[in-house]
């Protein structure tokens, strides 16, 4: 998944734009962006929206976030839009690996009683101090969980910070902190590493240059807040014909070589890890094994 769009869960009119917007995934949110009094009334449409589009060719995947363990609100979050099939549900405020089991046993107990399976949870892992210290136990947690996203929104604010961003507009140090360990911590876990939203929806500029320091560091995809980042982050993320004739060439090396350790390709050394590398952009590209 390049590209996450978040949608507000209680807006009928939203969900239909980003229906149409080439996002990899929706993440309908019934959290933040709806009110304590709109919550029921976002359930409702979110449930009716993927009962709408369940079967629908061509879509994007349909994740719902949902309210986080804390608040008393997720299981009638779940009760609800369980029954509708969501593919994935987004767990805000994650504090590391039990967080996540804790959500997966939730989300079991409603696949048994609808004869369903497999849903799988992405958890936002930085929103506050505690999460970033639990970065490190999200390895074998639940083989639900596909990705950890990263957040400095919400982190700034249980820091008490008065902003996230230095004068300049770079992330201050302790964002930079969560987002390197993000990263660390999915790899360690086998997951997918996936960049946060960009708030300022008018500058593509800066959001293009974001996306492309997050590839470069092994982000995979991110997450969007309006239908105009979708496709910067779509092209961001996915491999240029280049990189995917490279791969195909260090792996054809290799396949050349059977049994070699180390292979040179137009005059560079290549071993192991430029195999793993190349094999894991082919298959974001669609063409690994
Ligand atoms: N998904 C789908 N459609 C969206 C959208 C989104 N995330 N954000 C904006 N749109 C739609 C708007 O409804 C508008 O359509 P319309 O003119 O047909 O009504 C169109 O895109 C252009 O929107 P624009 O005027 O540029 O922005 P806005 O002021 O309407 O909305 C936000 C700005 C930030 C409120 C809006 O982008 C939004 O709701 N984002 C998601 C917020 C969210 O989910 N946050 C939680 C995670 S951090
Ligand atoms: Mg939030």
Known sequence: MRSLLFVPGDSVRKLEKALASQADALLIDLEDSVSLGAKDEARAITAAFLQEHVTSHGRPRLFVRVNGLQTGLIDADLDRIMPAVPDGVVLPKAVGGTDVAQLAARLSMREEGAGLAGTRILAIATENAAGVFALGTFAGCSDRLVGLAWGGEDLSADIGAASNRTD???????????????????????????????????????????????RRDGFVGKMAIHPAQVPIINAAFAPTPEEIARARAVVAAFADNPGAGVVGVDGEMLDRPHLLRAERLLARAGEGN
């Open 168 to 214: 300049s507009g770079a992330y201050a140090d302790p964002y930079l902190l969560a987002r390197t360990l993000t990263l660390l911590g999915a790899a360690s876990a086998g997951v997918a590493a996936i960049d946060a939203v960009y708030t300022n929806f008018r500058d593509m500029q800066g959001l293009d240059a974001e996306c492309r320091e997050a």
